[in-house]
């Protein structure tokens, strides 16, 4: 249940953060230049971005967390 918890705060986390921030994050910004191809993608570009950053972290950040309880409660 914890990991649902910190998979969903920082997906929130991530999403805003894309949203409000200026400057393209990385896997965003590299598949916004394969959806530049689409002008109907274009206009969702923003949004679709920020989903795609915040799935992306938040599973990394996720994995890592799983891997570290797993790892302390073997210790």
Same mark, same amino acid.
């Given at each position: 249940? =914890?990991?649902?918890?910190?998979?969903?705060?920082?997906?929130?986390?991530?999403?805003?953060?894309?949203?409000?921030?200026?400057?393209?994050?990385?896997?965003?910004?590299?598949?916004?230049?394969?959806? /530049?191809?689409?002008?109907? *993608?274009?206009?969702?570009?923003?949004?679709?971005?920020? *989903?795609?950053?915040?799935?992306?972290? /938040?599973?990394?950040? /996720?994995?890592?967390?799983?891997?570290? /309880? =797993? =790892?302390?409660?073997?210790?």
């Amino acid at each position: 249940m =914890k990991h649902i918890l910190i998979f969903t705060v920082f997906f929130l986390t991530f999403t805003l953060a894309s949203l409000l921030i200026a400057t393209p994050l990385f896997p965003g910004n590299f598949l916004l230049t394969i959806l /530049s191809r689409n002008a109907q *993608l274009m206009e969702y570009s923003r949004y679709i971005v920020a *989903l795609i950053n915040g799935l992306i972290y /938040s599973l990394l950040i /996720s994995f890592f967390f799983v891997w570290l /309880s =797993k =790892k302390l409660v073997e210790d």
